[in-house]
């Protein structure tokens, strides 16, 4: 199972990027999936996350701010995030709770994406 992400990129405070996750490979079944950012110096964070019935739960930094969605279809996460400021500049990474045929349940981890937030 692989998990790429993409959609950073560089942004003026204020401004908008929305991010993907596309999980792909001998999928069964795609649960819960998870938005995480680490920026210089200081530890991972959680973001955002989102189980497969579309129950959504926010760190209270992102409230207001960032909208999590999938399309289980695809298996594809997304993170619109609006009002972009300063202090979101990290690299985010995803990961999504999985049971792949012929291994079992484990939690997939994409390589990561950077966002910069210039003020």
């Known amino acids: 199972v692989q998990l790429v992400e993409s959609g950073g990129g560089l942004v003026q405070a204020g401004g908008s990027l929305r991010l993907s996750c596309a999980a792909s490979?001998?999928?069964?079944?795609?649960?819960?999936m998870r938005w995480f950012r680490q920026a210089p110096g200081k530890q991972r964070e959680f973001v955002a996350a989102i189980t497969s019935g579309g129950r959504v739960n926010y760190a209270d930094s992102v409230k207001g701010r960032f909208t999590i969605s999938r399309d289980n279809a695809k298996n594809t996460m997304y993170l619109q995030m609006n009002s972009l400021k300063p202090e979101d500049t990290a690299v985010y990474s995803c990961?999504?709770?999985?049971?792949?045929?012929?291994?079992?349940?484990?939690?997939?981890w994409g390589q990561g994406t950077q966002v910069t937030v210039s003020s």
């Open positions: 990961t999504a709770h999985v049971l792949e045929e012929g291994v079992g349940v484990f939690d997939a």
């Open positions: 490979g001998n999928i069964f079944r795609v649960n819960a």
